[in-house]
């Protein structure tokens, strides 16, 4: 029974030792995991960092092509190459946001904003675009949201940015809305639901959880030949969590789609925007 006892006792220290083992292997394993992707993250990082500038020279240098007496043939060319570097361009830039949300590295700047300028800076980039497609672009903006309000005033440019302009790249036809209201949660705070609809191709209902996976494009996007990272939707979706609020989507397969953004923003100063001139 002694040498029994022995033997199970040395069989039990013998175990603990391996699962000890074990488990240090496995957070050594674990922190060797940690590390790769750091360095995964810091390379993305520089590596983009650095694409960036040579593309920047590619798009001004050209640019200055396009302004000089040009024949047709060098005009079209230089269109195409602007037209390919500006995608590299938001790609490189999509591709940065994503390794600066996967390694925890983004951050939300407050900074207090005029309401009327965010919303005539986007509205000034995207009916250019509408009208070059012939679509409609309707804003219909309340009248009291505050003039001024504190928040990532950049970001949520990013993201609206994004949304309108899938808006009029995935319509053929019809409209693109713009509608902004608000509600005031508290003396303070005042909540912003900033919905843009189009009538364009719509979304399959199977396709819709698939939207803010990265790389996903529907394959109806793909099929048209129509432009794009299929990061977009995901940095928008990060971003607008990581300032505490929703994004939504609602969608008819072939009639149209509508994204809705909603988000809480301080208000500094009280006082409605009224009515704001659009420069159409
Ligand atoms: P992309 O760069 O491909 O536009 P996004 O992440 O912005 O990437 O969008 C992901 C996919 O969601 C798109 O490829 C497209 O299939 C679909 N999508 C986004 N917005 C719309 C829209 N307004 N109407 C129809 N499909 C849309």
Redesign the pocket.
């Known amino acids: 029974v002694i040498l029994a006892g022995i033997i199970c006792g040395c069989l039990v220290k013998f175990q603990n030792r391996i699962y000890a083992e074990e488990k240090e292997i496995t957070e050594q394993q674990k922190e060797e995991i940690e590390q790769l992707s750091r360095s995964r993250s810091a390379f993305f990082t520089n590596m983009s960092h650095e694409i960036r500038t040579p593309i920047n020279t590619i798009i001004g240098l050209n640019e200055m092509t396009l302004r000089e007496n040009i024949s047709d043939e060098i005009a079209e060319n230089s269109i195409n190459i602007q037209n390919a570097s500006k995608m590299l361009l938001?790609l490189i830039n999509?591709i940065l946001d994503m390794s600066k949300i996967e390694s925890g590295k983004m951050q939300i700047v407050p900074v207090q904003y005029d309401t009327g300028n965010l919303f005539s800076d986007l509205v000034n980039l995207i009916w250019i675009r509408a009208y070059e497609k012939k679509l409609e672009f309707k804003i219909d903006i309340s009248e009291d949201i505050p003039s001024t309000l504190f928040g990532d005033e950049v970001r949520i440019k990013q993201v609206l940015t994004?949304?309108l302009?899938?808006?009029v790249?995935?319509?053929n036809e019809g409209s693109v809305t713009l509608s902004v209201q608000s509600e005031q949660m508290a003396s303070n705070i005042v909540r912003l639901r900033i919905s843009?609809s189009?009538t364009?191709?719509?979304?399959r209902k199977e396709?819709m959880e698939n939207?803010?996976h990265s790389f996903?494009?529907?394959?109806?996007?793909?099929n048209r030949g129509?432009?794009?990272?299929?990061?977009?939707?995901?940095?928008?979706k990060q971003l607008v969590e990581m300032m505490g609020g929703k994004i939504t989507?609602d969608?008819i397969y072939t009639k149209?789609?509508v994204?809705t953004v909603i988000l809480d923003q301080k208000i500094v100063d009280g006082n409605p925007i009224g009515s704001i001139d659009f420069m159409l």
């Open positions: 938001v999509d994004n949304i302009t899938n808006a790249k995935y319509t843009v189009d364009g191709i719509g979304i396709d939207l803010f996903k494009r529907v394959d109806e996007a793909r129509i432009e794009g990272t299929g990061l977009g939707l995901t940095i928008s989507v969608s149209g789609t994204f």
